[in-house]
């Protein structure tokens, strides 16, 4: 283990150091400065940091113990015996992130374009052991051209380890990549099976086949950005969560995720001090929100008048722009918010919003986080493109998300909740813990105009006016069954609270559902819809 983190701090060694001791301080100070001044220049020349520097913005200063500093590959062939550079390519350790412990790994491409070879594997696979272990974060910090050609198949082999280790961290330690350069072929698996994924505008790039293969299996001409960079993916693909212009923004975004993130699933988040009054009134959410459901509004407004100092962090913010995923505070406890969002697609849930959520939902789960989902649905979003897509698959996603998690869940209908995106939005039926709504909603199977375009058709095609009859019996079936007590009378909603109360409530009942325990039956595991 390697506490000491730059050249100069190693470079003399400890006072009247000879002999072995000397030797052993000029072997360390040659791992940290690198393959030479020509390679890191090449590095800044495409506007990237080194791996180094990487590691030190991420974690705390002065907190980085490197594991494996001196491993080397024992490959041979194709010029390897003579290139036995210190670390292989990779630098791996563990540090902390404001005091909480985060084990890390950097691709260093500036030693063979950071290509993973059979030690560099080693030491992949090693750091991801201990933080499963230590029941750590995990953070890998991504910059590597794929698996090293010269080493064949032990470099492939190499991956297949790390995935498998993906897959068993799983819900156990968070697990978050950072795309800082390309990320191509079978590499790009195992940011995919991770929690959170970033990705750095111009110089990150993630795809299974290049543009040269595209364009020799396909004919089609494309670039490196345009087929797989951060904003293709943070608004097209849905694979990247986060897209930062700049490194140094993008980890310290890093950094306060981490903030918002227990250390793994027997643990909570961490709370912290709140100095945002928990019975404060929250007077602006009613003119937020228009009365009528026909106008659209921004959901992320009433977020922001809801939580702690109205600071959240937004995921998935650009992919699937009608339902907002969020990691937010209420009284310094972390809370996960999925919210309709009535600007995009008036808020309609759609393959790619369910599959949006779904994956949150399941994320807020496995890592203690208690679930607030803010409802205003007109309904699943219709079309042959949607149903020949699998929207019922795809819809299922979410409802099995929801029915499988046990953390508390609070939902609130603020406006619309119709039809089945009502139910897979939470309700009380596929057990929300509790449920609220405000005076002006609008529970029910449809909206008024196609209810009683249904139930009265007869009449209203039968009738002399059929404008006027279609009118009074819209009317009516509000009356009878669209009021804003019909739910609170049957028990499908706990209360009806006024809107300016919201923050205090959901506070004071996130507060007795802090010691839910719920005992899922005992099985292997579930199946979930694909």
Request: glycine share 10%.
């Amino acid at each position: 283990m390697t506490v000491l983190n730059d050249v100069s701090q190693v470079a003399a060694g400890p006072a009247g150091g000879r002999g072995c001791v000397a030797e052993l301080y000029g072997i360390r100070a040659r791992a940290l400065a690198g393959p030479g001044d020509q390679a890191t220049a090449a590095q800044r020349a495409r506007g990237k940091l080194t791996a180094r520097e990487r590691i030190g913005l991420l974690l705390d200063a002065g907190s980085f113990c490197e594991v494996e500093q001196l491993r080397r590959h024992r490959a041979s062939g194709f010029g390897l015996e003579g290139k036995r550079p210190y670390t292989d390519g990779v630098v791996t350790g563990w540090g902390t992130v404001e005091g909480r412990t985060v084990f890390v790994y950097a691709h260093d491409f500036r030693i063979f374009g950071g290509a993973l070879g059979e030690a560099h594997a080693a030491k992949i696979h090693k750091i991801m052991d201990m933080a499963v272990a230590a029941g750590a974060p995990l953070v890998s910090l991504n910059d590597g051209a794929g698996a090293r050609i010269q080493e064949g198949v032990s470099a492939l082999a190499g991956y297949g380890g790390i995935f498998q280790r993906n897959t068993r961290a799983s819900g156990v330690i968070p697990q978050i990549s950072v795309m800082l350069g390309p990320c191509a072929g079978g590499a790009a698996y195992s940011p995919a099976l991770t929690d959170f994924v970033f990705m750095v505008r111009g110089t990150s790039q993630m795809f299974i086949t290049g543009p040269d293969v595209v364009r020799a299996v396909t004919g089609e001409e494309i670039t490196h950005n345009a087929l797989g960079g951060a904003d293709v993916h943070a608004e097209t693909s849905g694979v990247c969560h986060f897209a930062y212009d700049d490194e140094e923004t993008c980890l310290a975004e890093v950094r306060y995720l981490l903030s918002l993130l227990p250390q793994n699933n027997r643990a909570h988040p961490p709370r912290v001090e709140c100095t945002d009054p928990p019975g404060r009134r929250c007077e602006r959410l009613a003119a937020l929100v228009p009365a009528d459901g026909s106008r659209p509004y921004d959901m992320a407004d009433v977020i922001g008048e809801i939580v702690d100092d109205g600071e959240y962090l937004q995921v998935h913010e650009r992919w699937a722009r009608n339902i907002i995923c969020a990691l937010a505070r209420l009284d310094g406890q972390v809370v996960g918010v999925v919210a309709s969002q009535p600007q995009a697609l008036a808020g309609v849930l759609d393959i790619e919003a369910s599959e949006k959520a779904a994956r949150f939902v399941q994320m807020c789960d496995a890592f203690n986080i208690a679930v607030l989902t803010l409802v205003d649905v007109p309904g699943f979003l219709p079309g042959v493109g949607q149903e020949h897509g699998g929207i019922i698959r795809h819809g299922a996603k979410l409802l099995y998300a929801y029915c499988n998690a046990t953390v508390p869940r609070i939902s609130l209908v603020l406006r619309k909740a119709y039809g089945g995106a009502y139910i897979v939005m939470d309700s009380q039926s596929i057990g929300a813990d509790l449920t609220y709504a405000w005076p002006a909603n609008e529970i029910a199977v449809m909206g008024a105009e196609g209810a009683a375009g249904v139930i009265f058709r007869r009449q209203i095609a039968a009738a002399e006016d059929p404008a006027a009859v279609r009118a009074r019996m819209v009317k009516e079936y509000k009356a009878e069954l669209m009021h804003p007590y019909y739910a609170a009378e049957r028990g499908l909603v706990d209360d009806v609270i006024d809107p300016a109360e919201t923050r205090e409530v959901l506070i004071a009942s996130l507060a007795m559902l802090r010691t839910k325990h719920a005992d899922p039956p005992s099985r292997k595991h579930g199946n979930p819809p694909q």
